[in-house]
């Protein structure tokens, strides 16, 4: 296990030092942004506006800022207090939030592989057939519509149409359906595209045909031959997947209402709530890189070519 | 990796795919609530001192109360709730309010309008059954008047004596001071805890001032000067004793300081300077503010304000009580379990970006007449996402509707969906600073041009009225003069005396900027289009989001801008005193002497109806002039289920929580 | 060749000459097909890749002769009459909005007028006298400012104004009614989706060909080099993917559109949509720079290389001239599969509000509106249907075509 725990090494490294560049980028971006996060539409008076940086310590230089914020997340673990909502820490905020977007986001993950790796064994078992072609095209027609156009429909739809649904909220396995599988449909359509070339491709090898001249069932010689190696395109799309899922869910958050993660990203940057903006940078860009490295290790274990000294 | 562990993998891959599939369905349920309405926005906070904006002004109402309250005229209820009085609407469909007794139970008014004298409810109670005293107001005022708290809004307390040099902490030689030492037991603290000391500040000492770099930018001349202003030396007299105090730590040797002297030059400094965190003037000496018994609170106002019992039922008047912020922090008092209110409703329960659920208060006064036993106020933004809500009943009132389906709302059998006519304007304001708008021939024309009747006919469609002044109809006694009405012909006449006419290059290009929304940018294409055709100017339209939007209208960087402007408190002021020169909302460069002197003469006119002539005069300078287009009157959009009784449509468009009952 | 063959000395006879001249016959038919060819005769077979191609073909020169069709003003909104107009036929006339107060309602008779105008100041200013030629000359400038084409399309470059003009001498004031409605301000749909057309496929193409620029040099110059270069290269690409760059985006553009820097731009004669594509490229160029890497290296060590080596090719050539053009097969498989994901990553913009700004129109803006339009009390299909299928079969055929081409420039894919 030496090359586990050497690969484990390296990639400890290569998070920490991405996270803190990142770290660093977005703290110098987020300040070039003209207008700080005290501005409001009624002017404040600028005596109460230093007053209101000077807690904040916004008055202090640059760097002292940085390297206050750098020690009390890493000696705290602390993004401290959010600029805007004025009764919660970062923190605070991403432990409600993070549970939400992560159930949203697995969801909708669980579905796009099942429904995906189903549809692309069928089209590619059942190759130029009338199931294959329609399967396909409506695939595609997955990928080329974007989430949103997809999530509006789909409520006037389900929600209004049949009345199986409701509109909007968190707090219920029937609140969650729409939105997972809006989200999930694009990367599900993909998985599919993925899945049948894997197949295809996999299906003309030796050692099916070895296989099934063994005399094995159809559905063994699939399901235990040819789908591990049909997987492996499959799995190394998953990081970028993820990385999709997470932005999509940016857009499901506010058209479903869902009170996760996503919302606050995107209104903390445009807010310039920087505490908080920095905090969702930094969860994202850390499930990210735990997703890739999750992903680069099922690699190794689905592919024997692969080595895990090699990652 | 061993063979074992592959085979293995994919299993561990399966178990940990369910787990986490388990654990992403499995959701506490909530037992619904009796109403539920859409708030738009996240609540920033629920601490009345730090507070702005719509949403949380909803929020805070229902947790706290003021001296007075608003309530609509002729509004009547039995001690048990029963409605004994349903007011009448006027023509518009909106019920006049008035400040109607809250924590205060009457005021006496001195002969000079000068000194309130409330009298508080003997019941009044916190909601964890501590009684509420007079110093309860004394304490919160003093909180959202201290620099430390910061808050946004406290010049809305600056209408009290000495309340603005508190907050700006301008102490000048001879006045009552109070320092706090910076020995504060916990320094997390945000509210005074150090031992403060108290005197008369008899002398100033100050080291040189610093010479302003020629290359220094403003924003570092400002930070020379904060810290030059840090070294000053205050010298107290307290009683017979004489000490010095420093916000700066121990600065070795005063040699080269200039010393002001209240009196006695022959005064020297004190051997010892004690470091004090604020140099303040002593609130209790200076500010118009006391408890002269549990239940007596005296305010004394620098001006004759009309409106100032309306303003006690703004939220930044709202008392909070001192024990629970003292022993928690800020800001972990304002957290549900920790929270201790005194308005009709306390909080249960807060999840952020869906819903804050606030439970009837039992300690409060007048309980017995609050119908609505929980409430949940959705906090989320889309507007459609709120309407579906609406429309399958799991919401009972939203407070804003997508505007491209108004006129199917508008439509609907329920007729639920009534705008009446709000106090907020919407505007343009035009910089002139800069070409072509620092012409006051392009201003009238660029007003003329616009087919206001239009735009509410067509693109806002809520029955929106055309502005043609900035302060919207239906203030009592207040008669807006009128600015210049579409015309393209009139419009094209006043163009040709700009100085900009038939020059080489033509009208320069005015730029619309607008911050990112559907409806501010619809209106914004459809003016571009009216002045491209009617005047020929070119009009480029510029969005940026909120932010960088205040950012470039707080430095004048736009030339055309739009704006909304809700007020304060129901009085033309509000819109009128904005303008005066440098202005800190004023914001377009525009400066006119006979304004501001309009402007100081209503603020000093005892008699309320000259007042109201001062105000009209000076606004028909503004319609005159021109600095800022008047577009429309906003109309509410807010939704209500029919089951809702006691939803009063007003101009200031608020709906307390303790007015409605749901009738089955 | 086989006359020269037989002119030689040692020439075999005659009959060997016909075999040999056979032979070459038939290995000349083999060698004619080069990758390109085969890779182009295999992609003739995939049916659904050829007519996403037509299709392609057919967009593109949609969007690039817009100006040159009979449709209404993309811009020109008639609030009184045309708000909401389902899909209809009643016949159109350009420039009859009465508050346009165009000569007899016809945009050909003001234009007519318009440049008579023109004409009339520009034969005045030969004539006159000095004195009088500063008068001229403001009158016309205020002239120009009155240009009805200008009113009808939002600041007109001359290339577009001149196929303007050949529209209007063409087709007059005819247009294609509004076959496929009006959205809230009484625009004619047809004739945004078509605009939209414009700005879509130019971010899409723009913002590819940026991060193809950066991707492909930054893959081949890695993947030639090698060693600790590469490892370097290699994991900033790995830091930039974990990057949640959406953020960045909106930090850039909010940046780059405050009013200093914004002007600093203009002068430079950048606008925002230029950021746009160079951004957005900026972002997409990760994959493309890994795949290319991939190529290089499995290419650097074949005999060609070596022989530019040895006849003293410098590195910059090696990479650029010839490892670069043989990687070309996979690129364009990835352009073709990045087109539709900036597209997209436009819409997504859009949503956010951060996408191009009015009068301008994208696709994405208009499917964002028309999304705006889907409620459960009013459904403006029209809106979301015509736009959203116009972005939905782009991206399904650019999908298609990367499909086919990948298989075609497969050399597995030869024999199946």
Same mark, same amino acid.
């Given at each position: 296990m030496s090359g586990f725990a050497s690969f484990a090494l390296r990639r400890a490294f290569w998070i920490v030092a991405t996270l803190w560049i990142v770290f660093t980028l977005s703290f110098i971006l987020m300040r070039l942004v003209p207008g700080g996060p005290f501005d409001e539409e009624r002017k404040v008076p600028e005596e109460i506006k230093r007053n209101i940086e000077a807690r904040y310590r916004l008055d202090q230089p640059m760097y002292v800022q940085y390297g206050e914020h750098l020690w009390r997340l890493i000696w705290h673990g602390d993004f401290g207090l959010s600029y805007k909502l004025g009764d919660y820490s970062v923190n605070g905020v991403i432990a409600e939030g993070f549970p939400v977007s992560a159930s949203l986001g697995i969801f909708a993950m669980v579905f796009a592989i099942t429904l995906g790796t189903t549809a692309g064994v069928v089209s590619a078992v059942r190759r130029h057939s009338f199931l294959d072609n329609s399967l396909m095209t409506t695939a595609t027609l997955g990928i080329a519509v974007p989430n949103f156009v997809l999530a509006s429909l789909a409520i006037v739809l389900f929600v209004f149409t049949l009345k199986l649904l409701p509109a909007a909220g968190w707090g219920s396995l029937k609140q969650l359906v729409l939105p997972a599988v809006c989200l999930g449909a694009p990367y599900a359509a993909y998985i599919a595209r993925l899945t049948r070339t894997g197949m295809l491709e996999v299906l003309g090898r030796d050692f099916v045909r070895t296989a099934y001249a063994k005399g094995l069932s159809e559905r063994r010689v699939i399901v235990r031959h040819a789908l591990r190696g049909a997987l492996v395109p499959v799995v190394s799309y998953l990081g970028p997947a993820t990385a999709g899922i997470l932005t999509g869910s940016l857009v499901l958050e506010s058209i479903f209402a869902l009170p996760g993660m996503g919302s606050h990203f995107i209104e903390a940057a445009l807010q310039r709530d920087y505490t908080m903006a920095m905090g969702m940078v930094m969860v994202y860009t850390l499930l990210l890189l735990v997703m890739n490295t999750l992903v680069d290790l099922s690699y190794a274990v689905l592919d024997p070519r692969v080595s895990i000294e090699k990652l | 990796m061993s063979l074992n562990a592959r085979n293995v993998y994919p299993y561990i891959v399966l178990v940990l795919g369910i787990a986490s599939l388990v654990w992403a369905v499995s959701f506490g349920t909530l037992p619904p609530a009796d109403f539920a309405f859409h708030n738009g926005d996240e609540v920033k906070t629920v601490d009345p001192s730090k507070a702005t904006g719509q949403p949380e002004h909803r929020v805070i109402t229902a947790l706290f109360e003021g001296l007075y309250r608003e309530w609509p005229f002729g509004y009547e209820l039995d001690e048990e709730g029963n409605i004994v009085n349903y007011p009448e609407p006027d023509e518009n469909g909106n019920y006049p309010l008035e400040a109607a007794p809250g924590v205060a139970e009457s005021s006496d008014l001195s002969d000079d309008g000068r000194i309130y004298t409330f009298h508080l409810r003997a019941e009044a109670k916190w909601s964890d059954g501590s009684p509420f005293v007079a110093n309860d107001f004394v304490w919160s005022w003093r909180r959202t008047l201290h620099p430390e708290t910061a808050s946004q809004y406290a010049y809305q307390l600056w209408y009290l004596k000495g309340a603005k040099e508190y907050t700006l902490a301008d102490v000048k030689l001879g006045d009552p001071i109070e320092a706090e030492l910076s020995d504060r037991p916990r320094p997390d603290q945000t509210f005074p805890r150090g031992t403060i000391r108290r005197g008369k500040l008899v002398g100033i000492a100050r080291p040189p001032e610093p010479q302003p770099a020629s290359d220094a930018s403003d924003e570092n001349q400002e930070d020379v000067d904060t810290a030059w202003k840090k070294r000053w030396v205050y010298v107290v007299e307290q009683g017979s004793e004489v000490a010095a105090f420093s916000k700066a730590e121990a600065s070795d040797g005063w040699t080269d300081f200039v010393i002001d002297w209240l009196d006695d030059e022959s005064r020297q400094l004190p051997a010892t300077v004690a470091t004090c965190l604020y140099m303040l003037p002593d609130f209790e000496a200076t500010v118009g503010v006391k408890a002269t018994d549990e239940h007596t609170l005296v305010v004394t106002l620098n001006n004759r304000t009309p409106f100032f019992l309306h303003l006690t039922t703004f939220y930044p008047l709202f008392p909070v009580n001192r024990q629970c912020v003292e022993t928690h922090g800020t800001p972990a008092w304002t957290k549900p379990e920790n929270l201790v209110c005194n308005g009709s409703y306390k909080l249960q329960f807060r999840r952020i970006r869906d819903r804050l659920r606030v439970v009837k208060n039992p300690e409060y006064w007048g309980t017995k007449q609050v119908n609505l036993e929980t409430v949940d106020v959705l906090s989320f933004k889309s507007e459609t996402t709120a309407l579906n809500m609406y429309l399958t009943g @799991?919401?009972?009132?939203?407070t804003d509707v997508p505007s491209a389906v108004i006129p199917q709302l508008m439509a609907r059998k329920e007729g639920d969906y009534v705008p009446t006519p709000l106090l907020i304007i919407y505007f343009y304001r035009l910089n002139v600073t800069r070409a072509p708008c620092d012409d006051v021939h392009v201003r009238r024309a660029l007003n003329m041009a616009i087919d206001k009747q239009l735009i509410c006919d067509?693109?806002? @469609?809520?029955?929106q009225k055309p502005a043609r002044s900035l302060v919207p109809p239906g203030l009592p006694g207040y008669t807006s003069p009128q600015c210049g009405v579409f015309s393209v012909d009139a419009a094209k006449e006043e163009l040709k005396k700009s100085k900009y006419w038939n020059q080489p290059g033509g009208i320069p290009t005015v730029e619309i900027l607008y911050n990112t929304n559907e409806n501010h940018r619809a209106i914004a294409e459809v003016i571009q289009q009216m002045w491209k055709n009617n005047l020929g100017i070119d009009a480029e339209l510029k969005n940026s989001e909120w932010n960088t939007y205040l950012s470039s209208i707080h430095s004048k960087e736009y030339s055309v801008a739009r704006a909304g402007w809700v007020p304060d408190y129901p009085d033309a002021n509000t819109f009128i005193d904005m303008w005066i020169t440098d202005g800190e909302n004023n914001e377009t460069g525009w400066s006119n002497a006979e304004y501001d002197a309009l402007v100081q003469k209503a603020a000093e006119e005892p008699d309320a109806d000259q007042r109201l002539r001062w105000m009209e005069q000076a606004e028909a300078i503004l319609m005159d002039e021109l600095p800022v287009i008047p577009i429309y009157y906003y109309v509410s959009k807010g939704m209500v289920s029919p089951r809702v009784k006691g939803f009063f449509p007003n101009i200031q468009d608020q709906h307390p929580l303790y007015w409605m009952r749901i009738e089955e | 060749m086989a006359k020269q063959l037989s002119s030689k000395p040692d020439a075999p006879p005659d009959g060997d000459a016909a075999r040999y001249a056979a032979l070459l016959g038939e290995a000349r038919e083999l060698r004619g097909v080069s990758l390109w060819q085969d890779a182009w005769r295999r992609l003739k077979r995939n049916r659904a890749a050829v007519y996403s191609l037509y299709f392609m073909a057919l967009v593109s020169l949609l969007a690039v002769i817009v100006p040159l069709l %009979? +449709?209404?003003? %993309?811009? #020109?909104? #008639? +609030?009184?009459?045309?708000?909401?107009?389902?899909p209809n036929l009643a016949p159109v006339r350009l420039g009859s909005r009465a508050d346009l107060r165009f000569k007899d309602g016809s945009l050909t008779s003001e234009l007519l007028e318009f440049e008579q105008q023109i004409r009339d100041l520009k034969q005045s200013l030969k004539q006159a006298s000095e004195s009088e030629r500063a008068a001229i000359l403001q009158e016309l400038e205020a002239k120009y400012e009155t240009d009805p084409l200008a009113k009808l399309w939002h600041a007109p470059g001359p290339i577009v104004r001149f196929m303007l003009r050949v529209r209007v001498s063409l087709f007059r004031d005819w247009c294609i009614p509004s076959i496929c409605g009006t959205d809230s301000l009484g625009r004619d749909a047809l004739s945004r989706v078509c605009w939209g057309a414009r700005v879509s496929l130019i971010v899409g193409i723009i913002a590819t060909l940026v991060s193809l620029v950066i991707g492909v040099s930054y893959g081949a110059i890695s993947g030639y080099l090698g060693g600790w270069v590469d490892d370097l290269m290699m994991r900033i690409v790995d830091v930039m993917y974990s990057v949640p760059f959406i953020f960045i985006v909106i930090f850039i553009i909010t940046i780059l559109s405050a009013e200093k820097n914004k002007q600093f731009l203009d002068n430079l004669g950048i606008n925002q949509l230029v950021i746009f594509y160079i951004l957005i490229g900026a972002f997409y160029w990760l994959t493309m720079a890994r795949v290319v890497r991939g190529q290089v290296i499995s290419l650097k060590n074949e005999q060609f290389v070596d022989a530019a080596r040895v006849i003293g090719a410098g590195r910059a050539r090696i990479i650029f001239q010839h490892l670069v053009p043989n990687v070309m097969g996979i690129v364009i498989v990835y352009l073709t599969l990045t087109i539709p994901a900036v597209m997209l990553f436009e819409a997504f913009l859009s949503f956010l509000g951060l996408g191009v700004s009015p009068p301008d129109v994208s696709w994405g803006l208009l499917v964002n509106e028309g999304i705006k339009v889907i409620t459960p009390v009013k459904i403006y299909w029209w809106l979301i249907v015509f736009s959203g299928s116009a972005l939905a079969m782009t991206l399904f055929s650019l999908n298609f075509l990367g499909d086919g081409l990948r298989d075609a420039l497969d050399p597995r894919m030869k024999n199946r």
């Open positions: - | @799991q919401a009972d009132w939203i067509k693109v806002t @469609q809520a029955g | %009979p +449709l209404q003003s %993309p811009l #020109d909104k #008639d +609030l009184k009459n045309r708000i909401f107009l389902a």
